[in-house]
């Protein structure tokens, strides 16, 4: 079992930034990714940006030159979002892919942003 504690969100007006950070607990298996993913209500979880263990990454096309995926360490990762949009108001999900292919997420953490 994987356990991913989200931290960083929160309000903020058009414009700003916000920094996500995910850290999975230990569990045994190693992870080939880690992603963050946002759902606002009546909607489907979508995809925003994923990162694999050798550092290749992903991202949705309408955060793409404003958001930045990276990895402190194998169980770390972080959501640097820029230039934040109203649209961008969701709740983020971690989400952590180990050796099996099975995948694990987090509690979810509130991202606001103001017009």
């Known amino acids: 079992q994987v356990q991913l504690v989200e931290s960083g969100g929160g309000l903020v007006q058009a414009g700003g930034s916000l920094r996500l950070s995910c850290t999975a607990s230990?569990?045994?298996?190693?992870?080939?990714?880690m992603g963050w993913y946002r759902q606002v209500p009546g909607k489907q979880r979508e995809l925003v940006a994923t990162?694999?263990?050798?550092?290749?990454t992903t991202y949705k096309d309408s955060v793409k030159g404003r958001f930045t995926i990276s990895r402190a360490n194998a169980s770390t990762v972080y959501l640097q979002m820029n230039s934040l949009k109203p649209e961008d108001t969701a709740v983020y999900y971690c989400?952590?892919?180990?050796?099996?292919?099975?995948?694990?997420w987090g509690q979810g953490t509130q991202v606001t942003v103001s017009s």
């Open positions: 230990e569990s045994g298996f190693s992870i080939n990714a």
């Open positions: 989400k952590s892919t180990v050796s099996l292919g099975i995948a694990y």
């Open positions: 990162i694999t263990s050798g550092g290749s």
